[in-house]
């Protein structure tokens, strides 16, 4: 760093080195009036929504008769964890007394093939839109897309009908396909606009090195989209853990997600409503996707960006 | 022997008429370079020789062979991309080699190959780096490597250099150059820079609108461009043009007769109206355009200096005119200097057809 000189030529410039005065970066101020409106409005929301998930998880370590007191923002006195097994594994619905376990594997039993089965099928439609155009492909990318502005309810009846006349109405098969449909035109979309993304020049030349339309998808195309695959995954297991409405509709009880059997608990009356229980099944179920949101971190906001194009 | 034939070639992209009636032929073992600004069908022309798009009519043979109809990895074509298009997840052995395991090659001849172009490319220490790892040159390399591998009749370049910095295309350039030397592969190239074209090419098909405008040597389409387009293409500084009337050995230009007897025309109908192209470079000056036929006295209105010459700006017979001088030259706006033309080295094109005349 140079010194400080006095030797200034009469306009205030020095011949050489520095004079007194601002040097280098501007200096920044911690407590100006912009940060302390931006950081407490931050705070403000921060607190505004962390605040109901903070009564769900206090109230769910309380005892009944804790709760009964009514303050509802307090710590829990005496810390109990009988309310998160008894939603887990006794709290009844209908006749069945043994919690949401059940809706877990079946909510387990019914994500997997959903989300394997919508992202092999959908990776496959973006990359064949994207580089093996045929006649008419763009006709049928339309028509997928307008797919995803058609409202779900308008849909429900006829695939009633349709399932029941494939003889999968009921069955967790049916809900399956239920769930690749309808997230076929979003993850199409998603993996078309990325396949489209990667230069045209690497397909072709996978073409003159003679890779085939499989050769290219496998050996090519996916190693290079796994991040579009991660984002697809996010957005299929958040998407349908979530869901309840399909669920609801095209399963029988004893294959109820979990999403509908917590509405089953919650809104069952024996007696006592016990909050402290429905806050730990609901906690429970929100468990998976609260998950992912904490793991993926980044890719999670892509997925939401990618998801907003829906509109 | 012709490598690649081309007969009748059409391509149209629903109303949009790419290429239309093109025929080429390139002999075997020759460097043909496709020269045309963006837009003129020359990549078009290059992909559907690698059958990477499907003509709408016409014929490509390659070796004798119609491959119309054939898979580009079928038809004996390697190919060079402007974005290298190397598979990321891969090293560049997996680069190499991606080809030949598509074809099932034994491992051993697979080992072989790939040993073989990393020896003529001087790749071998970098075979086991990806892509990402690799400066662009280096990339390049691999990506010649990836149609060197596979033993290919002819090699597709397309705009192989256009995406490196000004030395680096020098140096590759020359590279290319040496491996055309060495393995005598006919090599098709596409480049829209004019210095690659003349540089590298045993001719020269200069492109406008999808159709070939003159197929001849570097020699030939400088000195003796076909038509009007291929004149002011090629070239830097672009030829001065003149518009004029021709009579009778004499060029007319807004006052100014020139005397053209040194021209050889090609045909005997030399009149009417003509544009007269002079190279910027092919101005004399000082005692060199004494012994010339034409001589003016020009007016400096603008001096572009360039190290090893001196670009100088005027007006002659009224329209703007440039002509190159030596670098050290020491010419200012506002001084006289006496220029000579030697119309031999000049070109007349007709005002209409824009032929060569």
Known sequence: MADVTASTNGNGIPATGLVEGPRGAKPKRTFSRGNIFL?????????????????????????????????????????TFQPWVKAWAEACTGINCDGLSRGFWNSVRILVPSVVLSIAVASVNGYALSNWKFKGSEVFFTILMLGAFIPYQVMIYPIVILLREMGLYGTLWGLVLVHTIFGMPILTLLFRNYFTSIPMDLFKAARVDGAGFWGIYFRVMVPMALPIFVVAMILQVTGIWNDFLFGVIYTKPEIYPMTVQLNNIVNSVQGVKEYNVNMAATLLTGLVPLTIYFVSGKLFVRGIAAGAVKG | MHSVSIRSLDLHFGAVK?????????????????????????????????????????????????????????????????????????????????????????KAEIAKRVARAAEILQIEPLLKRKPAALSGGQRQRVAIGRALVRDVDVFLFDEPLSNLDAKLRADLRVEIKRLHQNLENTM?????????????????????????????????????????????????????????????GRFTTS??????????????TAHGPATMGVRPEHVATGHEMQSLPIQADVSVELVEPMGSDTLVWTQFAGQTFRFRMDGQAEVAPGDTIRIGIDPAKASFFDQKTELRL
């Open chain 2, 18 to 106: 790419v290429l239309q009636n093109l025929d080429l032929d390139i002999f075997d073992g020759e460097f043909l370079v496709l020269l045309g600004s963006s837009g003129c069908g020359k990549s078009t022309l290059l992909n559907c020789i690698a059958g990477l798009l499907d003509v709408t009519d016409g014929q490509i043979f390659i070796k004798d062979k119609n491959v119309t109809w054939l898979e580009p990895n079928e038809r004996g074509i390697g190919m060079v991309f402007q974005s290298y298009a190397l598979y990321p997840q891969m090293t560049v052995e997996g680069n190499l080699s991606f080809g030949l395991r598509n074809a099932r090659m034994p």
């Open chain 2, 255 to 268: 006052g100014e007769t020139l005397d053209t007897t040194a021209y050889p025309f090609s045909g005997s």
């Open chain 2, 188 to 248: 098709i190239y596409v480049t829209h820079d004019q210095v690659e074209a003349m540089t590298l090419a045993d001719r020269i098909a200069i492109m406008k609108g999808g159709q070939i405008m003159q197929l001849a040597s570097p020699a030939e389409i400088y000195n003796r461009p076909g038509n009007k387009y291929v004149a002011d293409f090629i070239g830097s500084p672009s030829m001065n043009f003149l518009e004029g009337m021709l009579d009778s």
């Open chain 1, 39 to 79: 950081y407490g409005t931050l705070i403000v929301v921060a607190v505004y929504y962390a605040l109901p998930l903070w009564v769900m998880v206090v109230t769910s370590l309380k005892g009944m008769p804790e709760i009964r007191m009514g303050n509802i923002f307090a710590p829990p006195v005496e810390i």
